[in-house]
């Protein structure tokens, strides 16, 4: 018995231990970690590179590109679990703002819903502790729901119709909530948030949309 209690306690301790302050050396590895992981992931959050288009042309190189995404995000994903598994969330208490590089490769893992859904639950304890960002959890929300092919509550996910409009990407589940619930977890407003995202879109893709007779973004009044 003695010896039970005794496994129960160190267990205990352990747990601890992830959960606490990290020392300053494993912040800087932490931290390096980090920007490496999220200088990948933004290198492949866009459209494919110029060089990549000159080796493989127009028709081809969005495939290649695609699957260059899909493992370097698997790479991340589990660079990222490694991390949860020594340090526990990387929220605001042990690096910072930098929290944001932490999330956004969890919010980046598509191909696993059910380390994202994870990952939710631990959010939301460290939403109520005050120790990461509000509008993290509301997006990582709408991936798991978009992931799954369902209605999003936020709708910060989008995608775009024929003229280049951003819409969410499988409909919203109230469209008349949207804004009070956007508003809670500090997200802008949804016309805002959508305009912002059609005229990024447009710039990206003004050649293409020009041809097809659009020459400025279609905004939402």
């Known amino acids: 018995m003695k010896k ?3 496994i129960i306690f160190l267990s205990f301790i352990a747990l601890g231990c992830r959960s606490s ?3 300053d050396a494993d912040k800087k590895t932490i931290l390096d970690e980090l920007n490496y992981i999220y200088t990948i992931d933004q290198k492949y959050a866009g459209l494919p590179f110029p060089e990549l288009k000159e080796k493989y ?3 081809k190189v969005w495939d290649v590109f695609l699957k260059m995404r899909d493992s370097v995000g ?3 994903q589990n660079r990222i679990k490694r991390l949860y598994e020594k340090y526990g969330y990387l929220g605001y208490d042990k690096i910072g703002e930098k929290e944001t590089q932490f999330w956004i490769s969890i919010q980046h893992a598509d191909n696993d819903v059910l380390f994202q859904q994870e990952m939710l639950k631990v959010l939301k304890k460290e ?4 120790n990461a960002d509000r509008s993290h959890y509301a ?3 709408d991936r798991i729901a978009v992931n799954q092919k369902k209605k999003q509550r936020f709708g910060s996910q989008v995608t775009y119709n024929k003229i280049g409009q951003a ?3 499988y409909g919203l589940v109230d469209s008349a909530r949207v804004d009070k619930w956007r508003a809670r977890y500090h997200l802008p407003s949804f016309k805002k948030y959508y305009n912002d995202m059609t005229v990024m879109h447009f710039e990206m893709n003004k050649d293409r949309l020009s041809k097809a007779g659009i020459h400025e973004p ?3 009044k």
């Open 4 to 6: 039970y209690l005794i």
């Open 139 to 141: 997006m990582l929300e």
């Open 57 to 59: 042309g127009e028709k």
């Open 218 to 220: 279609v905004l939402y």
């Open 21 to 23: 302050q990290i020392s």
């Open 167 to 169: 819409i969410p990407k």
């Open 74 to 76: 698997l790479e991340n």
């Open 127 to 130: 939403i109520r502790k005050k």
